[in-house]
């Protein structure tokens, strides 16, 4: 037997929607963003004190994918790379399926963050990026096991799997799906530019 082994592995996928298309694709899921962002004025005022400087639908319009022809291609494709990383994490789904239950939009400006945090009764959660100006913030994962390293010594800088932190930058046509326990958080925005994205919740039915 080995001296040393890795377990308890924590697994985040990282792809590109697909292979072809993703700029046309794109720009029609910015244009539509954009026009929900103008005509939702509820989720305007819910993101004046839960996403401040910034939009999200999340506390108006979750389920994007229901609504609207656009969304739902984006889940379809969405759903190919979710079994991919369901049998990554070998998983047995005892003849239930994932199902996309929570899907909205993310748009964020110069100053506007969002700190670490978790969801809640889904299984995989995710992100897809529209539009990815350069300086973008990337999405930021925190070691599960953080609170209870208790007095170890720091980790050294080439231990990359080791770090407490890891960063996954942002790049448009890209998506991210990790579970949803994981903690993670979007820091504060130092461009002009707006960065946009779509993030999705996951629950096994």
């Known amino acids: 037997m080995k ?3 890795a377990w308890f592995p924590t697994l985040i996928y990282c792809e590109r929607l697909q292979a072809q298309g993703l700029r ?6 910015l244009d539509e963003c954009y026009r929900i ?7 305007r005022k819910w993101s004046e004190p839960n996403y401040p400087l910034g939009y999200t639908s999340y506390g108006s319009l979750d389920r994007l994918h229901q609504f609207s022809s656009t969304f739902d ?3 379809r494709q ?7 990383y369901a049998n990554a994490l070998q998983w047995n789904l005892r003849g239930g399926r994932l199902l996309m239950t929570d899907c909205w939009i993310n748009i964020m400006p110069r100053g506007c963050a969002h700190s670490f945090h978790i969801h809640p009764q889904a299984v995989l959660s995710g992100t897809y990026y529209v539009r990815t100006p350069r300086g ?3 999405l930021k994962f925190e070691d599960p096991r953080l609170s209870k390293l208790m007095a ?3 980790r050294r800088p080439g231990a990359k799997s080791q770090q407490p932190h890891i960063v996954y930058p942002a790049k448009a046509g890209q998506l991210i799906l990790f579970e949803s326990w994981l903690r993670h958080e979007v820091p504060a925005s ?3 530019s707006e960065r946009v994205s779509i993030s999705f919740n996951y629950h096994w039915l």
């Open 152 to 154: 170890a010594p720091p």
């Open 24 to 29: 046309a694709f794109n720009a029609e899921l």
């Open 73 to 75: 291609t984006l889940r």
């Open 3 to 5: 001296r040393v082994e």
């Open 136 to 138: 973008s913030s990337g």
């Open 190 to 192: 130092r461009i002009d």
């Open 37 to 43: 962002r103008e005509h939702d004025a509820a989720g």
């Open 78 to 84: 969405v759903d190919a790379h979710v079994r991919r």
